[in-house]
């Protein structure tokens, strides 16, 4: 494995780590933009500019875009989250040249009125899915009251309002704000020629102008607040609860997460033996989601709602029982074991790594190779998962339930 | 794209195949019993999936929880399903605990304890996860499709009934380990970092002296045409279509998964060409190819909101029917380039090639390499292709919708 970066006149940084055995090559455009860059009334605007990506370019139409990821066999796709937009492929490396060419274009797209008007009956379609599954509601609607007044608040679809109210001209704004050289990063994983990527790219997009996209951080001011929501076709009752964390900068993280699979993990942890073994709930997890700033301990519960209340008081009182139930060195070891060979298992493929690469990279300005990161896992001291667990029940909290009655 | 595959079958039947991948860390190994649903009596729909859940409840020299425990220490991805004819158990792990795990594998499936204290919150585990796909209207409307399209035997699902679950007693798990977790008709297939003959020796030492009944013959599976529509008080509307093509042990097998492609493999496939990008209707729409046994099935999904879900099948089925008009040289050269692609790619992980290797014995008795199955594809042609679409035209139409409002379908009958 060789690990490479540079950065272009015009900002764009391109990194890539090399494996001159691997089968495939993984290429893709990390754009630091997301929902948490939009403003309210726009909200919605990054997720659906994202859709609006693959619908062409000045050089190529949205026929043309779909045939062309086709043609090289690709295994292509985009997801947009709070906090970045991610557009990727995988090919052999044969390819490298027509993939780079063709992803490179896409990031400076048409943006026609009439795909705009199709793509947003697609974009309704996806909210008017998510709104059909009760769980989904209860996340964004617990991000909302969170995370209050501060911008991860927002919706990453946006609402059916906002949605229908964007116009083709403010995307464009937006695109051009968000989507200068110095706001993406071009990785890449597997086998790669990189000198080649490094000079294509460079004449690709000599003329992309820089700009100043910045984020605005902050520290979200919380307060407790328990919010049950109605849905009356739901026949479970799902319970979400978010308490802070540390962030993807933090390096309070490793221990965090530990903590997270040995109380909540989906098999073998605390809540698995006591209420997912035994029948008495479908899912019982706690897990972790990581923001720039901030970040969140967020715990789940999906049970018949007969069951809620119940369920509910034991898990409170697992997460409460740091002093009682300490964690023990066996825990420790089972966690760090089942997250390290995860990770390994994982990273065989050139598509799995590029997110690690990427979001490494951007996230933190940092290269680690797999092995590397692992160790962070194993360098964790039982006493200070033992302190974060017992302050675990001293957080602010915010709940969201949901089901089928009030 | 060089490839070794070994196959050798024990004095009790038992399948053992395996494919190299020393470029690999990890291995991953799939084992396939001949215990599906099919097998349950009909008033213990949900009895094979329960058995496999006391399986792994306690086994040999490990207690229910020692088996996870192990398993997590030793770092092993695992899953285990249940489907109507087979019951599976796959891990992952690094190269270097092969033997542990396939060691606590082999317990799981021989020497299970069927803990009478575990039986009910294995039942109360089922039941949850019965009542939970309510609330997943797309999955319902499969699990309602397959119910319609193959019956009250090969349509079961594997999540079993509420009455068959509840019924359910720790003999009839017994019983039906007894009866089915047999050698004959099992396989197990690894891929990745591993040596064949220690493999092999590793094999029958844990499964060597395994003893059972033969493989079962069954009936021929058929589809029965219909359509059904279930009230849900919900914004989409959820579609889920079938009808006849060959199924994957037939010899033109790929000429019916290459109109598939045309049909979905890809962002330029036609449904998602005609039905999203064009209309805007959906944002899901995807159609797969389908076997059970002997009979084959094209399937199709697509959710949209209910004032355009009328329009959505309608122009789903045309397209589907469209194919008839022709093959453009373009599309077949995207689909060849997309398999060859993925046949490449299926080099990157252990896990989807033991699983494949195991689901091509189970099928066809053998494993096709990659060099046979790209000379295949690459002999397909628009014309190949359109004469299999005359022999074998969409015919035996299932349709379930799930959503407030039923659909018109005018191919129901035909």
Redesign the interface.
């Known amino acids: 494995m060789q690990f490479h970066n540079q950065v272009l006149d015009n900002g764009l940084e391109i990194i890539a780590e090399v494996n001159k055995?691997?089968?495939?090559q993984s290429l893709g455009y990390f754009v630091k933009t997301g929902s948490r860059d939009e403003s309210p009334e726009m909200a919605g605007v990054s997720h659906f500019l994202e859709h609006m990506m693959?619908k062409g370019t000045p050089n190529r139409s949205?026929?043309d875009?779909?045939?062309e990821?086709?043609?090289?066999?690709?295994?292509?796709n985009a997801y947009t989250s709070e906090e970045q937009t991610v557009y990727y492929m995988?090919?052999?490396p044969e390819n490298q040249n027509a993939a780079l060419d063709l992803l490179t274009d896409m990031m400076r797209p048409a943006l026609r009125d009439e795909d705009f008007q199709?793509?947003?009956?697609?974009i309704?379609?996806?909210i008017?899915?998510y709104?059909?599954?009760?769980?989904y509601g209860a996340m964004e609607r617990a991000m909302e009251v969170y995370f209050r007044e501060h911008p991860l608040a927002r919706r990453v679809l946006g609402t059916r309002e906002t949605v229908a109210a964007l116009d083709p001209e403010s995307m464009r704004a937006y695109h051009e704000a968000r989507y200068a050289p110095n706001n993406l990063t071009l990785v890449a994983t597997g086998a790669v020629d990189f000198d080649a990527l490094v000079q294509s790219v460079e004449k690709m997009t000599k003329h992309w102008k820089p700009s100043s996209s910045a984020r605005s951080l902050r520290s979200p001011s919380i307060e407790s607040e328990e919010v049950a929501m109605v849905h009356?076709?739901?026949?479970?009752q799902y319970t979400l609860q978010y308490s802070p964390g540390p962030g993807y900068c933090d390096e309070r993280r490793y221990v965090t997460r530990i903590l997270a699979s040995i109380l909540g993990d989906d098999?073998?942890s605390r809540l698995f033996?006591e209420l997912?073994?035994?029948?008495?709930?479908?899912s019982a997890a706690v897990f972790t989601q990581e923001f720039e700033e901030c970040g969140l301990i967020c715990t789940f519960l999906?049970?018949?709602p007969e069951q809620q209340e119940e369920n509910w008081e034991a898990i409170r009182n697992t997460l409460a029982s740091g002093k009682q139930n300490p964690i023990t060195e066996?825990e420790m070891?089972?966690?760090k074991?089942?997250i390290?060979?995860?990770m390994?298992?994982g990273s065989?493929?050139?598509?799995n790594r590029l997110f690690s690469v990427g979001n490494a990279w951007t996230f933190r300005r940092k290269y680690e190779t797999i092995q590397a990161a692992t160790k962070h896992y194993q360098a964790v001291r039982s006493e200070d998962v033992q302190e974060e667990f017992e302050k675990l029940s001293d957080r602010k909290q915010v709940t969201v339930s949901v089901g089928p009655e009030a | 794209m060089q490839q070794k595959v070994f196959e050798h079958r024990l004095p009790n039947g038992m399948v053992v195949l395996g494919e190299p991948m020393p470029w690999l860390e990890s291995v991953a190994f799939s084992i396939l019993l001949p215990a599906g649903t099919h097998h349950e009596p009909s008033n213990r729909l949900g009895l094979s999936g329960m058995t496999l859940e006391m399986c792994q409840r306690g086994s040999g020299p490990w207690s229910s929880r020692d088996v996870v425990e192990q398993l997590d220490f030793l770092g092993v991805e695992r899953s285990s399903s249940v489907t109507t004819f087979h019951t599976s158990l796959s891990m992952a792990a690094m190269a270097s605990v092969l033997e542990p795990t396939l060691e606590i594998a082999a317990t799981i499936i021989r020497e299970p304890h069927f803990p009478d204290d575990e039986l009910e919150e294995a039942r109360q585990s089922a039941l949850l996860e019965l009542a939970s796909i309510e609330d997943d209207p797309a999955q319902k409307c499969f699990k309602e499709l397959k119910r319609l399209r193959f019956g009250d035997v090969y349509g079961r699902s594997s999540l079993g009934s509420q009455e068959g679950l509840e019924e359910t007693t720790l003999d009839d798990c017994k019983k039906f380990h007894a009866n089915h977790y047999h050698p004959d008709g099992a396989i197990i297939s690894l891929a990745g970092n591993f040596q064949w003959d220690s493999f092999l020796k590793l094999v029958e030492r844990l499964f060597g002296d395994w003893t059972g009944n033969p493989k079962q013959a069954h009936a021929k599976v058929v589809s029965i045409p219909g359509s059904s529509h279930l009230k849900h008080d919900s914004q989409q509307t959820h579609i889920a279509i079938a009808y006849d093509a060959v199924s994957y042990n037939h010899p033109e097998y790929y000429q019916s998964r290459g109109l598939v492609g045309i049909l979905s493999d890809g962002m330029s496939s036609r449904l998602f060409s005609e039905v999203r990008e064009k209309r805007g209707l959906v944002y899901s729409v995807s159609a797969s190819s389908h076997s059970l046994d002997d009979c084959g099935s094209v399937l199709c999904y697509a959710g949209t909101t209910a004032p355009r879900a009328q329009e959505t099948l309608d122009v789903t089925v045309q397209t589907i029917l469209e194919l008839e008009k022709g093959i453009e040289p373009d599309e077949l050269k995207r689909l060849k380039s997309r398999v060859r692609t993925s046949l490449v790619m299926e080099q990157e992980s252990s896990s989807s090639r033991s699983s494949q290797m195991a689901y091509d014995w189970a099928y066809l008795g053998r494993v096709p390499t990659r060099k046979e199955l790209l000379s295949t594809i690459d002999a397909l042609t628009c014309e190949s292709l359109i004469e299999h679409y005359s022999k074998f035209r969409p015919k035996s139409w299932s349709l379930v919708t799930i959503g407030p409002e039923p659909l018109e379908f005018a191919n129901a009958v035909s």
């Open positions: 055995e691997a089968f495939s693959f949205a026929v875009v779909n045939r990821l086709d043609d090289l066999g690709s295994q292509s995988s090919v052999l199709t793509e947003r009956q697609v309704l379609e996806e008017a899915m709104d059909d599954q009760p769980p009356p076709p739901a026949t479970q098999s073998g033996w997912v073994d035994t029948g008495l709930a479908e999906a049970c018949a066996r070891e089972l966690a074991n089942k390290c060979a995860g390994i298992l065989e493929r050139p598509s």
